[in-house]
């Protein structure tokens, strides 16, 4: 027979049994032939899922353990296993609800597939960030170490040769500090890894399965995510500080001053929420049309920012030293002029209510509070420009470097710098200029860059950069102001075109607000997500609900 003939005759439509066939339902697997296809459609009781043929995908059915013949295309419910036709009519099976196993295999593959989603995106990412906060640590241990051993140092040249042997022996406890610090770290990286290594191995194995779609694997497999939610415990060390004191060389010992000791405190792991028990506020839409519900005049020649005090008052910097406190009808509450006579260049409000400005001439950061004026930070090296309050109080700032060639921006806790972004995983700068600076409700940092929004998370790693809609056919975007709201949107004031873009929290442009605005500078959101836009040159605040 001629082989062509001998395989146009086996591949035959499995209704007809005379058309060549063109097709394959993955769900009632059965090889099905142009005619017949609307044919087997017309079931509307069955969610059918036809495919060309060569693109089917091969099922393979577990064999029935009782019937060597048969294969296990049902599910008995009750008795959580696969079985073939056969056990389903059988008295082993009466009166257990079945499925059909394509039915099964669907809603096991979506379990395996949000697990795996849960483990990659969720899970693993807190084990990666615990282990580089470790890591970084670490790194600062030669640093803060280095620091009590010059202290040690200093007071042995001061005290000479009397007190050579006291300053070996506090050389000696804190390397013995430092080597149990290191050693606790060390241990809790290692408790970290391994639990790392052991997500990865399920995570290749559910990537396995998904891939495989072998039917007893699949129903077979038992989460294990819950198990993982709970994060390895957090070891907390306290390193030692050395006070010194003044010289008595009578009392030498107790003079040069002790050395407090290694506290290492191990805290419970947190535990990460499913993805279902996370909450999130109420979703508030868009309106059609934005209204505007107020405008302000702020008095200001150029009006630079605005900052939400209130949902009806709100604080104001322009192009003097004054910073003013007015409410919806324009009336000034509270004027503060600068502790220089400088202009300030940003403001922002704390979650105490203080005022927060920066001072670039100066190189100062300041904060008022009760009308007092205090400094909380000098610079070297660097001008302040920018600065926004965060959920846990910190304070983010950008900056520029006095060569101008570099920006960063940088967080403090109080007056203590506790992180500072300038690049990227390359080690490229991810900022070519910082001007307005916020963070979302996810705790990403949001920076209006030249020509770009750049947003980075908690840890100063890039998520994204947005350049502009792509439907912009008008002047460059050119983003100066950035806010974000309760839905975590973010939205910048991009000035040569008169208008907002409103992008959600993974840079995906959502829409414009237009209202006849006149160069956009400075916006805030207040806590019902009322838009406050200042206009550069008519120094006017406008309102926008969205």
């Known amino acids: ?55 089917r995908k091969s099922l393979n059915y577990s064999k029935c353990p009782h019937h060597a013949d048969e294969l296990c295309k049902h599910y008995c419910e009750k008795c959580d296993i696969p079985v073939c036709s056969t056990c389903v009519s059988s008295s082993k099976h009466e009166g257990h609800d079945m499925s059909d196993i394509l039915e099964k295999l669907s809603t096991k593959t979506e379990s395996l597939q949000k697990d795996l989603d849960e483990l990659e995106t969720r899970i693993y990412p807190r084990y990666e960030e615990m282990a580089s906060d470790v890591q970084t640590e670490k790194a600062q241990l030669e640093t803060n170490y280095g620091e009590l051993t010059t202290i040690a140092d200093q007071q042995g040249e001061i005290l000479h040769r009397e007190i050579t042997a006291i300053v070996n022996q506090r050389k000696s406890d804190i390397q013995e500090m430092k080597n149990k610090h290191l050693s606790t770290l060390n241990k809790n990286t290692d408790e970290i890894t391994q639990k790392m290594a052991e997500l990865k191995q399920i995570m290749s194995d559910l990537k396995s399965i998904l891939k495989s779609n072998y039917v007893s694997l699949t129903s077979t497999y038992k989460s294990r995510n819950s198990e993982y939610r709970t994060l390895p415990p957090k070891v907390r060390v306290t390193a030692p500080s050395l006070s010194a004191q003044k010289i008595n060389k009578d009392q030498l010992n107790e003079m040069f001053g002790s050395l407090s000791p290694l506290s290492i405190n191990t805290e419970h792991g947190d535990t990460i929420k499913s993805a279902e028990a996370v909450s999130s506020p109420p979703v508030k839409p868009l309106l059609d049309e934005p209204r505007l519900t107020a405008a302000i005049d702020t008095g200001y020649k150029y009006l630079h920012s605005v900052s939400c005090l209130s949902e009806d008052q709100v604080w104001t910097c322009g192009n003097n030293k004054t910073m003013k406190l007015l409410n919806l009808q324009s009336e000034l509450l509270t004027s503060i002029q600068t502790k220089s006579g400088n202009r300030p260049e940003d403001i922002a409000v704390t979650r105490d209510g203080d005022l927060v400005y920066t001072d670039p001439i100066n190189k100062t950061i300041n904060l008022i509070k009760n009308k007092q004026i205090q400094t909380v930070i000098t610079l070297q090296g660097w001008y302040p420009l920018y600065v926004c309050s965060t959920a846990s109080d910190d304070l983010l700032v950008t900056m520029n470097s006095d060569d101008r060639k570099q920006y960063k921006v940088v967080r403090y806790s109080s007056s203590t710098e506790k992180q500072s972004i300038q690049f990227d995983d390359q080690g490229r700068p991810l900022y070519s200029s910082a001007y307005y600076i916020s963070e979302n409700k996810n705790l990403d940092i949001c920076v209006a860059d030249t020509r770009a929004v750049v947003v980075v998370n908690q840890s100063g790693k890039l998520r994204f950069r947005y350049t502009g809609h792509p439907s912009n056919t008008e002047l460059s975007f050119n983003p100066i102001d950035i806010t974000t709201d309760s839905q975590s949107r973010i939205l910048t004031a991009d000035y040569d075109n008169d208008r907002i873009h409103i992008l959600d929290q993974d840079g995906q442009f959502l829409r414009y607000i237009h209202c006849d605005f006149e160069l956009p500078w400075g916006l805030c959101v207040d806590i019902r997500d009322n838009l406050f836009v200042a206009e550069h040159v008519t120094a006017k605040v406008k309102i926008q609900y969205l």
């Open 1 to 55: 027979m001629n082989p062509f003939r001998r395989a146009q005759i086996i591949l035959l439509c499995d209704l007809c049994k005379t058309a060549h066939l063109q097709s394959h339902c993955e769900r009632c697997d059965i090889n099905l032939c142009q005619t017949c296809v609307g044919k087997h459609l017309s079931d509307s009781s069955i969610r059918h899922k036809v495919v060309l043929y060569k693109y």
